[in-house]
């Protein structure tokens, strides 16, 4: 009986580690055995490499290193451009949302209702809104004067659409998450805040900053690691234009493994990009563990 007790904890894992060894650690322990290989769907040989896939990512010659890191850079200004916004406007909106006032269930729902739509739905409808000759955005524009934007065919304005469906997409899940984390937060700090003569900005400062600090440190992380994934969007609404500046590297790694049949490279890239990620989410953790301090 004692033994089978010890046992029982690990039981109830099995189900979950099951699934994450097939799913997960399976998948991703074959995924770096192909990314030492020249691994064509094509070909029945995929000989060893080692590491000359990783190696032609850093060297300017190579087919697959100017692609790559041109898609790199794109996921770079999409990510510095939107994990701004998807920060500022969710805490903003969730500070309006705490407090009283009739209907506020209501407009919780509203504002997070965007997210449980699939990438699919909001690429082709904003596609479709934001089209050059017969969207509603620049109907709607032309009617103040505005001449017609190309949101999909000219940049900035490729990137400016982007960010602003990633934005209009996503703030309500940050909101709900700093909802939860606003209501964490003591009451009598705030009344001890008034009862020092401290005003609504200066309890925000002082009180509602710092309370919402580990929030905030795990908003940024996992918006940052949202961001430099951005596929859906980018491939439904701009399809990588103009030209390829909207071509995240999520994509490139795409083209190459599924398209071109190339997934040593591919899968090489995808280890790359996932050391990248990485590192920002451990530099994150260390704020977090700098701030606590």
């Excluded at 999409?78 to 406007?89: E, G, I, K, R, Y």
């Excluded at 409808?125 to 017969?134: L, S």
Aim: hydrophobic share 55%; net charge neutral.
């Amino acid at each position: 009986m004692r033994g089978h007790g010890r046992a029982t904890p690990y039981l109830f894992l099995a189900p979950y580690l099951v699934l994450f060894t097939v799913f997960v650690l399976g998948p991703a322990v074959f995924g770096l055995w192909m990314s030492l290989h020249d691994w064509d769907f094509q070909l029945p040989g995929k000989p060893f490499v080692g590491l000359q896939n990783y190696q032609d990512l850093f060297d300017p010659l190579s087919a697959t290193a100017e692609p790559f890191w041109h898609g790199m850079r794109a996921t770079g200004i999409f990510t510095l451009a939107s994990v701004p916004f998807l920060v500022a406007v969710p805490l903003g909106l969730a500070v309006l949302l705490n407090r009283h006032f009739p209907g506020r269930t209501f407009f919780r729902a509203v504002y997070f209702a965007p997210y449980v739509l699939g990438v699919a739905v909001i690429g082709l409808m904003f596609r479709y809104i934001m089209d050059t000759t017969f969207g509603i955005l620049n109907a709607f524009l032309g009617v103040f004067g505005v001449p017609q934007i190309g949101w999909t065919t000219e940049q900035p304005y490729a990137f400016v659409a982007l960010v602003a469906v990633t934005v209009w997409w996503t703030t309500g899940f940050n909101a709900i998450i700093y909802l939860a984390g606003l209501q964490d937060i003591p009451a009598d700090q705030y009344e001890a805040a008034e009862l020092d003569g401290a005003n609504r900005w200066q309890q925000f400062v002082h009180v509602t900053l710092p309370g919402l600090r580990p929030v905030t440190v795990f908003i940024v992380t996992i918006t940052l690691l949202a961001s430099a994934n951005m596929f859906g969007q980018a491939l439904l609404i701009t399809q990588g234009g103009p030209g390829d500046t909207t071509t995240t590297a999520l994509m490139v790694i795409t083209d190459i493994g599924f398209s071109q049949f190339r997934m040593g490279q591919a899968a090489a890239m995808s280890y790359l990009l996932a050391i990248c990620l990485s590192v920002v989410a451990l530099i994150s953790f260390a704020l977090m563990r700098e701030r606590k301090s």
